[in-house]
């Protein structure tokens, strides 16, 4: 959205178009890239995958609520959907991957079995 429509996306949260969303539209393909190449990689890959979106969007979420205390933003794209995923997809992706290191996957043994 940043950067093919950033100026639609710039008026959802409530702020100025700025050449800055590109930047974070390429940030955000390049963890898009990490997270395929951690899908079928090792436990390390998926904690890196998680760690560096994690950052991002904690740390964008704090610059919401600095806007929504400064300045009053309430739009939809500044307090709303967005500041929940922000605060919440990083909770999930690391209980996700804790389960997952917690209850490894095993393959099926015996008869019945799928090769």
Not at 8 to 33: K, N, Y
Not at 54 to 68: K, P, S
Request: proline share 4%; aromatic share 16%.
């Amino acid at each position: 959205m940043h950067v093919f429509f950033g100026d639609m996306a710039a008026q959802f949260i409530g702020w100025a178009d700025s050449p800055f969303q590109r930047e974070v539209g390429f940030a955000s393909l390049g963890f898009a890239a990490v997270g395929f190449l951690a899908f079928r990689g090792s436990f390390d890959m998926r904690v890196a995958a998680i760690t560096g979106p994690a950052c991002f969007l904690l740390g964008a979420a704090g610059g919401h609520i600095i806007e929504i205390v400064r300045t009053g933003d309430f739009a939809l794209g500044n307090a709303g959907v967005i500041l929940y995923t922000g605060l919440f997809l990083p909770f999930i992706g690391f209980a996700l991957l804790w389960l997952k290191h917690r209850h490894p996957y095993q393959a099926a043994q015996g008869p019945m079995a799928m090769n």
